[in-house]
């Protein structure tokens, strides 16, 4: 009898001891594997952040490599259009690419002194009276401007041509001497506490 009710149970004891397996198994290696997954997936959520942040700061960089790029194109057409230094010789270019585009020809040109912000230049050129109409206009819509101090037109009745004399000012950024920098700087350092001591 006892042995008929200890052969009943071991189905029931082998049951039990399968369920305490599984949940061991469970405890100890199902949870630590879900744990270890869902630490992955935070990791790879991370890097996906990680990756779309550097995507935008790539994007920024290349923005910021064109601007660059098109300030230096602007700030080399300001160089053209008002120089740091008289550049004399870059103005006779300028005055020879306008007689060719109007298609009249340079006779002479001299260039003159520079002082005050202004190179001094004078140029005769000769054609048609149409053409010379166009080399004023190429003069006015010039890159670097253009100031005319005196014009003189002379017309040759045999050969309809007409010489036109030029005196020209071409701008260009005088350059302030370090004293006058230092000087101008001791000026404006003095006006600011004659101001504050004046006010207390």
């Known amino acids: 009898m006892p042995e008929d009710k200890a052969k009943s149970q071991l189905p029931t004891l082998i049951s039990v001891l399968s369920l305490l397996v599984a949940v061991l198994l469970v405890i100890f290696l199902v949870v630590p594997k879900t744990s270890e997954i869902q630490g992955k997936s935070s990791e790879v959520l991370n890097k996906k952040q990680e990756l779309e942040l550097g995507k935008q700061k790539i994007a920024a960089i290349r923005e910021a490599v064109k601007l660059i790029a098109s300030a230096k194109k602007e ?66 819509n010039n890159l670097r401007p253009v100031k005319l101090t005196s014009l003189n037109v002379l017309y040759n009745e045999e050969s309809g041509d007409i010489t036109m004399s030029l005196s020209l000012l071409f701008p260009y950024l005088e350059s302030v001497s370090k004293e006058q920098g230092v000087e101008q700087g001791e000026a404006a350092t003095n006006e600011a506490t004659e101001e504050a001591q004046s006010g207390e």
């Not at 120089?83 to 007689?99: R, W």
């Not at 005050?116 to 010379?132: C, F, M, R, V």
């Open 75 to 140: 700030v080399n057409a300001l160089n053209v259009s008002v120089p740091q230094t008289p550049s004399a010789d870059e103005a006779l270019v300028q005055i020879q690419e306008m007689a060719s585009k109007s298609e009249t020809t340079i006779a002479e040109a001299t260039v003159g002194s520079a002082s005050e912000g202004y190179q001094e230049l004078t140029a005769t050129i000769s054609g048609s009276y149409p053409n010379l109409l166009l080399f004023l206009e190429k003069m006015q």
